[in-house]
């Protein structure tokens, strides 16, 4: 099976360098603690304090796809981290990319590896606690910045924000789970589409609105617009999981 391994140059030489080579070989390592697993597993390793996302192995025409046409997502995500960091973005700093071909030469495994975002936590739950607008606010100005050097995150979502308080007494925000990014100058409308589902609540989501409208001077109806697309959104999740369940029963 053939290995390909991509390092952060800043780290040849390192452990970081052996670990990668280790996971190439052998897969998680023993000392990693599983913190979510699904299509892909996100696995934390303690002592170096690591991050390391392992995802799922492509059917044959998307590991050909993969392979000949376009990078995968893991490939994404190391890229994209780079470019996030370049643009001033927080991101979890990329360590390593790893690539694992079959007999075939088509991507099987995939692997990122990243530090942690330490002292970070996401924004699910965060309208209960009693500082929320003032996150709401300090958030809607960092979405903005998004926006304004072309950042557009597919999944905008609770859990892929990450935010921490910072030093000056404000709060500072951080993107996870970034494969599904596009870079480029974006109309009004399609920056309006982080709204689809950035927060748990429909009452946080309005005031996260409305913070945005005026951190960016917008007109007072954008708000409507904004909640519209909120709602939409979430009435086509609802049909799809209405839809998974009937399916799961027959």
Not at 213 to 219: D, K, M, T
Not at 237 to 242: L, P, Q
Request: charged share 25%; net charge positive.
């Amino acid at each position: 099976m053939k290995r390909l391994i991509t390092l952060n140059p800043k780290y040849a030489g390192t452990t970081i360098q052996t670990l990668a080579n280790a996971v190439a070989l052998d897969g998680l390592p023993d000392a990693a603690k599983i913190i979510y697993h699904a299509r892909n597993t996100v696995a934390y390793i303690p002592g170096d304090d690591l991050v390391l996302k392992s995802f799922k192995v492509p059917g044959f025409i998307k590991s050909t796809i993969y392979t000949l046409l376009r990078p995968s997502k893991a490939q994404r995500a190391y890229e994209y981290a780079f470019m996030l960091e370049k643009l001033g973005i927080g991101t979890a700093e990329p360590l390593a990319l790893i690539r694992c071909f079959n007999g075939l030469g088509l991507l099987s495994k995939s692997y990122f590896l990243s530090q942690n975002l330490s002292g970070y936590t996401t924004l699910r739950g965060i309208e209960t606690r009693p500082d929320f607008h003032k996150i709401a606010k300090s958030l809607a100005t960092w979405m903005l910045q998004l926006h304004k050097k072309g950042v557009f995150m597919k999944d905008f979502t609770p859990g892929n924000i990450m935010f921490r308080s910072s030093d000056n007494g404000d709060y500072e925000f951080a993107l996870v789970d970034i494969n599904r990014m596009k870079f480029n100058d974006f109309d009004h409308r399609h920056h309006l589409l982080n709204f689809r589902s950035p927060l748990d609540t429909a009452d946080g989501t309005s005031t996260l609105a409305r913070e945005y409208c005026r951190a960016a001077s917008l007109p007072a109806d954008t708000h409507e617009e904004i909640m519209d697309i909120y709602s939409k959104h979430q009435s086509k999740m609802r049909r799809k999981a209405k839809f998974k369940n009937l399916f799961r029963r027959h």
